[in-house]
């Protein structure tokens, strides 16, 4: 066992380069830190040699060869890595012509090596599991990897004079040009409250069932997709891509969904041709489906990375979030749904992170708004007779709350009430805006077309098919 841990790959010479140059200079500290951690280094004296560094730096203290070996005498490691002779000796073994990019490069590559060799022999294992199933071993590997892939990420602490130029320049030209800082929706109310949809931000679109928060989120993509040019990827649980894709052509053609789903009355020459250009427009527009039922957040992750790679994706939609589910690992480590929940959550957010685009998750609430309707209505909304929605109602998660940037609610009131006067119209309350107000956007409603469409915009300027 032995022999075969001293053959795994590692770097010795690069290890006691770093660390004796570390010893001499801690102006090299930072540097090191942004590639590789204490437990990238191979042998174990080396990590304890590292991590007694690591904590001396941050506790504002002077790392040499007198300090960390007081440092790990304390801690009954000293004689372990071979006492004060052999830190001395990192120093005075340091070579003449200094390459520490190479060093840290060396020791990143061997520990990741490491990592895929313990990845494999644990895959392995799996496999002879009595009860294995290919599925979930395949989730567990992806799970892995994914995480070794991770720990590759170089992090880089920007400093304030880099940043605020570019901070400065982008609000110059928001005042000078009036440009919107993200991807807009083209409901111009919605625009300006959130000034678009921002790069790397986890948007949250929530409501109860039947409300139109898959119809709203395929308004939002169609909008980029045809009218920005935009390059959109639509992970639907939920529904088939013909399902997805009829609802796109009732959207763009303006003509009845039930028609097209259930061919219940025969098109007329006008609506086929109506239909045939939506087809066209829409088929060129960078528009991608992905329909696969019980995806798990390790291929969610998995297929948004190789889609952003392969298309270079400016933003992506998920419907719905609570459909998502955890590998079977995942489910060992979390013991209740809510947890769960909050993995994703959290997930997506780091999706959103990782691409730089936003990500738009669509979310179920629980009965809570129903149940309060009854006895008590929002005090926000000028009078209208609104249920009062908050962040809590978010179905299965509190964390859904805190990881997303902007959360909004969709409610229309004939879905509530029959006797209202507000047929044909929506509500957006947005609820939560990490980096602006927070309002209420209303919106009008075409039922047969599952369309959205700004308020002003009268029904008959939408040229509805008969």
């Known amino acids: 066992m032995k022999e075969f841990i001293n053959s795994l790959p590692h770097d010795d010479f690069s290890e006691k380069a770093v660390l004796g140059l570390l010893l001499l200079d801690n102006s090299y500290f930072n540097e090191v830190l942004k590639r590789i951690q204490s437990e990238d280094f191979f042998s174990e ?8 560094i690591t904590h001396l730096i941050n506790k504002n203290r002077a790392a040499d060869t007198i ?10 490691k000293l004689k372990i890595i071979g006492g004060y002779e052999y830190i001395e000796s990192l120093v005075d073994s340091i070579p003449k012509n200094i390459n520490i990019t190479y060093y840290l490069k060396s020791i990143k590559e061997k520990s990741t090596l490491r990592k895929i060799i313990a990845t494999s022999t644990q895959t392995i294992q799996d496999t002879r599991e009595p009860r294995a199933e290919t599925s979930d071993i395949l989730s567990r590997l992806q799970e892995r990897l994914i995480n070794i892939a991770e720990s590759e990420m170089i992090t880089d602490l920007k400093p304030t004079g880099d940043t605020v130029p570019e901070a400065v320049n982008r609000i110059k030209s928001f005042q000078k040009e009036g440009k919107q800082l993200g991807i807009i929706s083209s409901f111009y109310d919605l625009d300006k409250l959130v000034g678009g949809f921002q790069k790397s931000d986890l948007i949250i679109i929530a ?34 891509s013909y399902q997805i894709i009829s609802r796109l052509l009732s959207l763009r053609s303006n003509i009845d969904l039930k028609t097209l789903i259930t061919g219940y009355r025969k098109l007329s020459a006008q609506e086929w041709n109506k239909l045939e250009l939506a087809a066209s427009e829409i088929g060129k527009t960078e528009f991608y489906i992905d329909d696969s039922s019980a995806l798990s957040i390790i291929d969610l992750k998995t297929r948004a990375r190789r889609l952003h790679k392969e298309k270079g994706l400016d933003i992506m939609f998920v419907d719905y979030l609570q459909l998502i589910r955890v590998s079977a690992l995942n489910r060992t480590q979390y013991d209740s749904r809510a947890r769960e929940v909050a993995l994703i959550s959290a997930s997506l957010k780091e999706i959103a992170k990782e691409l730089d685009i936003p990500v738009v998750a669509l979310a179920q609430l629980n009965r809570a708004p129903e149940l309060r309707s009854g006895r008590s209505r929002s005090r926000d909304r000028g009078g209208d007779n609104l249920p009062f929605y908050q962040l809590s109602d978010l179905k299965e998660s509190g964390a859904i709350e805190q990881d997303a940037d902007i959360i909004m609610f ?57």
């Open 207 to 240: 409501a109860r069932p039947s409300m139109g928060k898959t119809a709203l989120a395929l308004n939002f993509a169609l909008n980029m997709a045809l009218g920005k040019g935009k390059k959109v990827a639509f992970f639907s649980i939920e529904s088939t």
């Open 67 to 76: 300090t960390v070996s007081e440092y790990l005498k304390d801690h009954n």
């Open 45 to 52: 004296a080396h990590r304890s040699i590292a991590s007694a």
């Open 410 to 466: 969709l409610h229309r009131e004939e879905q509530v009430n029959q006797d209202t006067e507000r047929t044909g119209e929506a509500d957006i309350i947005v609820s939560k805006n990490r980096n602006g107000p927070t309002g209420r956007i209303k919106l009008a409603f075409i039922d047969r077309y599952t369309k959205f469409a700004n308020f002003e915009d009268s029904f008959s300027k939408l040229s509805p098919a008969e």
